[in-house]
């Protein structure tokens, strides 16, 4: 009676199998992170292949005995070694590079099959180092104001003249210690406070040849007008520091219509809550506990954004910030808009006359053909 001789290796060929399965995931996830960084094709697929490949292939020749379990063991255990120690080089990283990998592989390019079923069903990977491109962070509702009890202290009373429909009230300006007092018309259409030539040109502040220009809309039509960078707008004992204010001519209305310099706009009043006590002839002024200074900081910067898109849908914007200013840029913000989606990118602090280049990816997003980019937030 005879019997088949029992096979000695009877494990190999199902993790040979496993094995290949394997490295087929980790070369995508390898090929997903060199096409993030910008690789050569040629140079990508060569390494990837070496990097996965070759050390299975080394041990498979090297060993003294073709054992096909050690072989297909190696097989597995590489490109697990491999998967696993990504988050220690790519934090961060290793879901999209998958997708990326995979998504080239499938010819998937909008990710949004099984490319990135397959980079969805692994556990998110632990963090262990800093992420290399950070995402872009997504605009939540802000947070309430806070109760005005919590800033009564902060609180001015201005007498203003003027019959409710054009209020105007008394307003110093002060530039390199020249201060000018002038009566403002309080203007919650203005976007800019502005100010006549001569008034300016008292403070010792009048616009360089080189001044930035904004255009405004005046009761004679539209008009181009430079912008100067005033040191402090004073409302009381109030003050608001680096004010944007424009120089205009038409803005300033006669003596017998109240005589007012010119319009108090949103870059300033837009720091305060304020109300009108008729009975009292007084407008009561209230500093907020925040003040977004993007209007003043938007006329002496300059934003410029350009988008990549990658297999698989991974979407990465570089954004260039220029401080064209004298003064340096505390804080920024730039909001990112794809349709109804948006996004946070936080700005470096910028020094004067600088530039600087941020890259951030966005969260997976549905496809659109126009991103808008605007400085949202801003502050000296």
Known sequence: ??????????????????????????????????????????????????????????????????????????????????????????????????????????????????????????????????????????????????????????????PFEGDGRRISIPVVFEQGGRTVETMMMLDTGATYTTLPSDVLSTLGASPGRDAPTLTLNTANGKRSAQVALIDKVWLGDLAVGSVAVTSCEDCASSIDDGGNKGLLGLNVTSGFDFSIDHDRSVVVFTARPKFNRRLDVQPFSDLQARFERFPGGRVEVELDFANKGLRPIASAAAKVTCNDASWLVQLDPAAPQSTQTIRRRLPLHERCETYTIVLDQADW
């Not at 292949?49 to 054992?67: D, I, K, N, W, Y």
């Not at 072989?71 to 790519?90: D, I, Q, R, S």
């Open 1 to 158: 009676m005879s019997s088949s001789p029992r096979d000695p290796e009877p494990f190999a060929y199902p993790l040979i199998a496993a094995g290949l399965g394997l490295s087929v995931l980790v070369w995508s996830a390898v090929i997903g992170l060199a096409v993030a960084r910008k690789g050569g094709a040629n140079t990508v697929a060569m390494s990837a292949t070496a990097l996965v490949f070759l050390p299975v292939l080394a041990v498979a020749f090297s060993a003294t005995e073709r054992r096909l379990t050690r072989v297909g063991g190696m097989m597995v255990l590489w490109p697990l070694a491999l998967f696993a120690g990504m988050p220690v080089f790519f934090p961060g990283e290793r879901r999209e590079a998958l997708n990326t990998g995979l998504s080239m592989l499938t010819g998937d390019l909008e990710g949004d099959g099984v490319a990135r079923t397959v980079a969805e069903a692994f556990p998110d990977e632990t963090q262990v180092a800093v992420v290399q491109v950070p995402p872009a962070e997504p605009i939540v509702d802000k947070p309430a104001p806070l109760p005005r009890m919590a800033y009564a202290d902060n609180a001015i009373e201005l």
